[in-house]
């Protein structure tokens, strides 16, 4: 079955401090990863998919079939950083768009 | 070019009512797909429609019904509302080329049931 988890319910740091928010996924083919991101009286948006290999507001996520996860790190955390994370996950079927999502973290960037 | 929009916003609804929820897709796409979130909980895929047809559902029963039209606006339909249908209902919007194409997602519609 698919599953997505985030352990992490509340995570807070200070600004400027390092980021990591943790994924972790079941899937028994391969899957694509996403990590989409609602910042405060905002819809849902995505911040970057894994196979573009990007850095989108100096985040990065790395996925590691080998622990089957796709976490995401900031070197330095800003307050605007501050909102709810979903790390999501897509089998590819029927063009990519049945997500599954874990249950989130929100991020708490104090200043 | 304009967003993926919702409608109504919020609604109420008692136990046993059926509801009507719309969504407007993003100019271009031709693929919508619903969830709901309940609280404090991530999206659950509920179905998707591709150029008018459901192309692909998760774990929800048989009440959770939709329609896509061919301006590629979709509604979701739910009968016999139970009170555990309370939750935010959103719907996504895309134009698949292949995989990984990005989902926008609108504002919701917030269900309460009671």
Redesign the interface.
């Known amino acids: 079955a698919q599953r ?1 988890t985030q352990p992490e319910k509340l995570l807070s740091v200070f600004k400027g401090a390092p980021v990591e928010l943790k994924c972790n996924y079941s899937y028994s083919g391969s899957p ?1 990863l ?1 990590w989409y991101v609602q910042y405060s009286r905002q ?4 911040l970057l ?1 894994h ?2 290999r990007e850095s989108i507001k100096g985040f990065t996520a790395d996925l590691n079939k080998g622990e089957t996860s796709f976490h995401l790190k900031k070197p330095f955390a800003q307050e605007e950083d501050s909102a709810m994370y ?1 790390c ?1 996950l ?1 089998g ?13 973290t929100r991020l708490s960037v104090l200043p | 070019e304009t967003g993926v929009t919702q409608s109504p916003t919020h609604l109420i609804k008692t136990r046993g009512q059926q509801v009507t929820l719309r969504c407007s897709s993003q100019s271009g796409h031709n693929t919508v797909s619903w969830y709901q979130q309940a609280l404090g909980q991530g999206p659950q895929f509920i179905f998707q429609y591709y150029r008018e047809e459901e192309n692909g559902r998760g774990n929800f029963p048989p009440r959770f019904s939709g329609l896509q039209f061919p301006n590629y606006s979709s509604e979701l339909n739910v009968n016999a509302l139970e009170l555990d249908d309370s939750a935010l209902y959103l719907c996504a919007s895309s134009s698949p080329t292949g995989m990984n194409t990005e989902a926008f997602f609108g504002q919701g519609t917030r269900l309460t049931v009671v």
Do not use: T
Request: overall charge neutral; proline content about 4%; charged content about 15%.
């Open positions: 997505v694509e996403f819809r849902l948006q995505l998919r196979i573009s979903y999501a897509s590819g079927d029927n063009y990519g768009q049945n997500f599954v999502f874990g249950p989130g």
